[in-house]
Nanobody, 124 residues
Framework: QMLLVESGGGLVQTGDSLRLSCQDD????????MAWFRQAPGKEREFVAGVPWPNSGPFYSGSAQGRFTVSRDKSSNTLTLQMNNLKPEDTAVYYCAATTSNLPRREAYAYEDWGQGTQVTVSS
């Protein structure tokens, strides 16, 4: 089982940027598809961005496309989500997730390991 630890959340204003990081403390990053999800109060957890192993062809939700960039650093076992031009509707708890499949999916049930989440709040 992977131990995923997210960091980088915070309170920002509309139009600001944030960079989220997810560290795999057990260094079992290899051969796992990785993704970011988010969950706003009263809503279901939704896919934001995913990146396959070994780091080809990242893909995004419609709301993230063009504003967010996901990447993984194999040397440091870190998954990163760069979020630009943030909007109030981006407010949510953001989770890092890992699947034993090298190809991540958009469905939350496909992931075996989750981080504890990091809060992102965007004020208008």
């Amino acid at each position: 089982q992977m131990l995923l630890v997210e960091s980088g959340g915070g309170l920002v204003q509309t139009g600001d940027s944030l960079r989220l990081s997810c560290q795999d403390d057990q260094r079992t990053f290899k051969k796992h598809g990785m993704a970011w999800f988010r969950q706003a109060p009263g809503k279901e957890r939704e896919f934001v961005a995913g990146v396959p192993w070994p780091n080809s062809g990242p893909f995004y939700s419609g709301s993230a496309q063009g504003r967010f960039t996901v990447s993984r650093d194999k040397s440091s076992n870190t998954l990163t989500l760069q979020m630009n031009n943030l909007k109030p509707e981006d407010t949510a708890v953001y989770y890092c997730a890992a699947t034993t499949s090298n190809l991540p999916r958009r469905e939350a049930y496909a992931y075996e390991d989750w981080g504890q989440g990091t809060q992102v709040t965007v004020s208008s």
